[in-house]
């Protein structure tokens, strides 16, 4: 993060990880209602979000936390629990709060006041909501509303202890939140400052004595100081002696500038429109183990150059450049990486809202959240997973009354995991449902024409049907699902990522979809190989093996390329044709056997060069119809090598080997 980040930029990131432990607050609030650890973290996440947000100049931010923060203090009291109604309301709440941050000009105070409003209403108990509904307008006038409380004087001690600033902590801040009480007299006493020359910068050496009049309880006083009780000593006492008083600057003022005149801060922040993060936590060891290879980089160049003036041989240096080279990388790749449970936590609440919607008990099982991943791919992995996810709940698990005809308990499962194989990472989402229904889906393949009657199918080969454009074995069109939309773009999502998707089902168990992913998007260790005077990149994960094309073998191709692989048939496809390479190929041509969802399939070459680690540059627009290709590398002489896109071409091999049996049948039949 540089130096002149924006500070409005900064809340709005601090903010995102408050509404993040709220709602996750919230959620386990709701199967734990006893649980007061949790009920004080979300009350903690509510008071700084307030606090914070006044800050910056959110003003209608904190007003609003200040309301929601309010009504869930009786939650926190005792005085009202956390039942379900009351949970996803403040879950309403809390959305309401993200727009008015992330989204200003789209928060509509009608809707925040309405939220409120019921929010009250659920704390204060069905007493206090029938009382209220039961007054009229003549009664409101024959019955004037009660007075409001007689405000009170109370003396407030503080002494901070000496390492408060150095903690994150501004005392001028606890200030600007008790004058927002009521009208503070305040006095500072620096009798325990030392002189100049002793004084440590970073020390808090001054105790403040505040008169503050309030209409409102003690309780509110003392959570004031709800983060920083640890690092002071705090009195609060009933008296009206007023101090001997001090100018104080107001913290706000201190801290944040003002806004232009007749702006506030979060408007100005509304003009600019919200942008994604684009900053990163980084652990301080990483960025010292980078810092030791930057170093020896440059004492090895260093040499490199002296070697190079003088003429001798400078082998030696060039592979330790190289071996420094690939540990810079490994840890800036280690730097991109993040735990996948940052991802994991948003599809709690998803679940939370199917389970309302759908009217069925789900609970969602999260495995190997401390799994890492590059952080692009876990930000393009949130809408697959919701489509996924969503068809788990809605498709897949049952309704309570079917699960218990079923012999199984009314709570279904979704299980999210994640774990490393190799040099990919597998996410699996599985459910306790039904199971996929392979007859229904044959039948709906026949009806669509997408399968012709008869036609002999595999198992995995019916599951690869659910990823059609338009495929759906829903009987009615839902708010959630029966359109056809959804799976297909779930598949193209993961294709370009270069991942792949097997699905797993068993008729009255469940069904588990699979999503195998490579570590990272900007690096990928890759098979060299030569076409003609082409060169390209194979993806090393989907590489199974290398054979040699016989003459034999080439001899026989004529129409349908097979391959004998030890017993199995496999399609070639000659990447010379299909390229449209003129000349003649090598004699001793060579066979990449690769894979993609339990799919081989040959890709004949005129020489395998050797493995190679690839940086993955984008193609342009100019290139977007060439979809045999999903990206491009330079190579050591400075050429350029394209990157196949193995699923296209295995899809393209089984495309075109469907043709040739549609001939040689139309041929039979003609016979």
Same mark, same amino acid.
């Given at each position: 993060?540089?130096?002149?980040?924006?500070?409005?930029?900064?809340?709005?990131?601090?903010?995102?990880?408050?509404?993040?432990?709220?709602?996750?607050?919230?959620?386990?609030?709701?199967?734990?209602?006893?649980?007061?650890?949790?009920?004080?973290?979300?009350?903690?996440?509510?008071?700084?979000?307030?606090?914070?947000?006044?800050?910056?100049?959110?003003?209608?931010?904190?007003?609003?936390?200040?309301?929601?923060?309010?009504?869930?203090?009786?939650?926190?009291?005792?005085?009202?629990?956390?039942?379900?109604?009351?949970?996803?309301?403040?879950?309403?709440?809390?959305?309401?709060?993200?727009?008015?941050?992330?989204?200003?000009?789209?928060?509509?105070?009608?809707?925040?006041?309405?939220?409120?409003?019921?929010?009250?209403?659920?704390?204060?108990?069905?007493?206090?909501?029938?009382?209220?509904?039961?007054?009229?307008?003549?009664?409101?006038?024959?019955?004037?509303?009660?007075?409001?409380?007689?405000?009170?004087?109370?003396?407030?001690?503080?002494?901070?202890?000496?390492?408060?600033?150095?903690?994150?902590?501004?005392?001028?801040?606890?200030?600007?939140?008790?004058?927002?009480?009521?009208?503070?007299?305040?006095?500072?006493?620096?009798?325990?400052?030392?002189?100049?020359?002793?004084?440590?910068?970073?020390?808090?050496?001054?105790?403040?004595?505040?008169?503050?009049?309030?209409?409102?309880?003690?309780?509110?006083?003392?959570?004031?100081?709800?983060?920083?009780?640890?690092?002071?000593?705090?009195?609060?006492?009933?008296?009206? /002696?007023?101090? +001997?008083?001090?100018?104080?600057?107001?913290?706000?003022?201190?801290?944040?500038?003002?806004?232009?005149?007749?702006?506030?801060?979060?408007?100005?922040?509304?003009?600019?429109?919200?942008?994604?993060?684009?900053?990163?936590?980084?652990?301080?060891?990483?960025?010292?183990?980078?810092?030791?290879?930057?170093?020896?980089?440059?004492?090895?160049?260093?040499?490199?150059?002296?070697?190079?003036?003088?003429?001798?041989?400078?082998?030696?240096?060039?592979?330790?450049?190289?071996?420094?080279?690939?540990?810079?990388?490994?840890?800036?790749?280690?730097?991109?990486?993040?735990?996948?449970?940052?991802?994991?936590?948003?599809?709690?609440?998803?679940?939370?809202?199917?389970?309302?919607?759908?009217?069925?008990?789900?609970?969602?099982?999260?495995?190997?959240?401390?799994?890492?991943?590059?952080?692009?791919?876990?930000?393009?992995? +949130?809408?697959?997973?919701?489509?996924?996810?969503?068809?788990?709940?809605?498709?897949?698990?049952?309704?309570?009354?079917?699960?218990?005809?079923?012999?199984?308990?009314?709570?279904?499962?979704?299980?999210?995991?994640?774990?490393?194989?190799?040099?990919?990472?597998?996410?699996?989402?599985?459910?306790?449902?039904?199971?996929?229904?392979?007859?229904?889906?044959? /039948?709906?393949?026949?009806?669509?024409?997408?399968?012709?009657?008869?036609?002999?199918?595999?198992?995995?080969?019916?599951?690869?049907?659910?990823?059609?454009?338009?495929?759906?074995?829903?009987?009615?069109?839902?708010?959630?699902?029966?359109?056809?939309?959804?799976?297909?773009?779930?598949?193209?999502?993961?294709?370009?990522?270069?991942?792949?998707?097997?699905? +797993?089902?068993?008729?009255?168990?469940?069904?588990?979809?699979?999503?195998?992913?490579?570590?990272?998007?900007?690096?990928?260790?890759?098979?060299?190989?030569?076409?003609?005077?082409?060169?390209?990149?194979?993806?090393?994960?989907?590489?199974?093996?290398?054979?040699?094309?016989?003459?034999?073998?080439?001899?026989?191709?004529?129409?349908?390329?097979?391959?004998?692989?030890?017993?199995?048939?496999?399609?070639?496809?000659?990447?010379?044709?299909?390229?449209?390479?003129?000349?003649?190929?090598?004699?001793?041509?060579?066979?990449?056997?690769?894979?993609?969802?339990?799919?081989?399939?040959?890709?004949?070459?005129?020489?395998?060069?050797?493995?190679?680690?690839?940086?993955?540059?984008?193609?342009?627009?100019?290139?977007?119809?060439?979809?045999?290709?999903?990206?491009?590398?330079?190579?050591?002489?400075?050429?350029?090598?394209?990157?196949?896109?193995?699923?296209?071409?295995?899809?393209?091999?089984?495309?075109?080997?469907?043709?040739?049996? /549609?001939?040689?049948?139309?041929?039979?039949?003609?016979?």
């Amino acid at each position: 993060m540089t130096d002149n980040a924006d500070p409005v930029e900064i809340f709005r990131q601090e903010a995102s990880e408050l509404l993040e432990q709220l709602e996750a607050a919230l959620l386990d609030l709701e199967r734990s209602p006893d649980d007061r650890n949790l009920v004080n973290s979300a009350f903690r996440a509510l008071h700084t979000i307030k606090g914070s947000g006044a800050m910056f100049g959110f003003d209608q931010v904190a007003a609003f936390a200040h309301e929601f923060e309010s009504a869930f203090d009786r939650v926190r009291k005792g005085d009202a629990a956390p039942e379900p109604d009351l949970i996803a309301i403040a879950l309403n709440a809390k959305d309401f709060l993200r727009t008015q941050i992330e989204k200003p000009e789209e928060a509509n105070a009608v809707i925040g006041m309405c939220i409120l409003s019921d929010l009250r209403k659920l704390v204060q108990g069905p007493g206090a909501v029938s009382a209220l509904a039961s007054v009229t307008p003549e009664s409101a006038a024959a019955s004037p509303a009660p007075p409001p409380p007689e405000p009170k004087a109370w003396r407030v001690g503080m002494r901070f202890h000496k390492d408060v600033l150095v903690n994150g902590s501004n005392p001028l801040l606890l200030l600007d939140e008790l004058r927002t009480l009521g009208d503070c007299q305040v006095a500072v006493d620096v009798e325990a400052t030392p002189p100049l020359d002793e004084m440590d910068p970073t020390a808090c050496y001054f105790t403040w004595n505040v008169l503050l009049e309030t209409a409102h309880p003690k309780s509110e006083i003392e959570d004031v100081f709800i983060f920083v009780a640890g690092d002071m000593e705090l009195s609060i006492e009933e008296g009206a /002696a007023p101090p +001997a008083v001090a100018a104080v600057p107001s913290a706000v003022a201190a801290v944040a500038p003002p806004p232009a005149a007749g702006e506030s801060a979060a408007e100005g922040a509304a003009k600019k429109g919200p942008k994604e993060s684009a900053t990163i936590r980084v652990q301080a060891e990483r960025l010292d183990e980078m810092m030791d290879q930057v170093g020896e980089l440059v004492i090895a160049q260093a040499r490199l150059t002296q070697l190079a003036a003088a003429g001798a041989n400078a082998k030696g240096v060039a592979e330790e450049i190289e071996r420094l080279a690939s540990s810079l990388r490994d840890a800036v790749m280690g730097i991109r990486m993040l735990p996948i449970g940052s991802l994991f936590g948003r599809f709690r609440r998803l679940v939370h809202d199917l389970s309302r919607d759908l009217d069925k008990e789900i609970e969602l099982i999260a495995e190997g959240e401390e799994t890492e991943l590059d952080k692009t791919m876990i930000e393009r992995l +949130a809408d697959p997973l919701i489509h996924v996810i969503r068809n788990a709940a809605d498709h897949g698990l049952e309704s309570a009354e079917a699960r218990r005809a079923a012999g199984k308990g009314p709570l279904g499962h979704i299980r999210l995991v994640a774990r490393h194989a190799g040099a990919e990472v597998l996410i699996s989402v599985s459910d306790d449902g039904c199971g996929l229904n392979l007859a229904k889906i044959r /039948a709906k393949a026949e009806e669509n024409g997408l399968v012709a009657p008869g036609a002999v199918l595999s198992e995995a080969e019916l599951h690869q049907l659910l990823f059609l454009p338009g495929f759906s074995t829903a009987q009615q069109v839902s708010a959630l699902s029966g359109r056809g939309v959804g799976m297909d773009v779930v598949r193209r999502a993961i294709e370009g990522m270069r991942g792949s998707i097997d699905v +797993a089902s068993q008729v009255g168990k469940g069904s588990t979809f699979t999503l195998r992913l490579p570590l990272t998007l900007a690096i990928i260790e890759g098979l060299l190989v030569r076409v003609a005077e082409a060169r390209y990149v194979v993806p090393l994960t989907a590489v199974e093996e290398c054979v040699e094309l016989s003459s034999e073998a080439d001899a026989r191709s004529r129409g349908r390329s097979f391959l004998n692989i030890r017993g199995e048939l496999v399609p070639f496809l000659r990447l010379r044709e299909l390229f449209g390479e003129r000349g003649e190929p090598d004699p001793h041509q060579k066979v990449v056997i690769v894979a993609n969802a339990d799919v081989r399939v040959g890709l004949v070459v005129d020489q395998i060069i050797g493995s190679h680690q690839t940086v993955i540059k984008s193609l342009s627009k100019l290139h977007a119809d060439a979809p045999s290709f999903s990206g491009a590398t330079i190579l050591g002489d400075g050429a350029v090598a394209l990157i196949l896109d193995v699923p296209h071409l295995i899809a393209s091999g089984q495309a075109r080997e469907a043709r040739l049996q /549609a001939k040689q049948a139309k041929a039979l039949e003609a016979a």
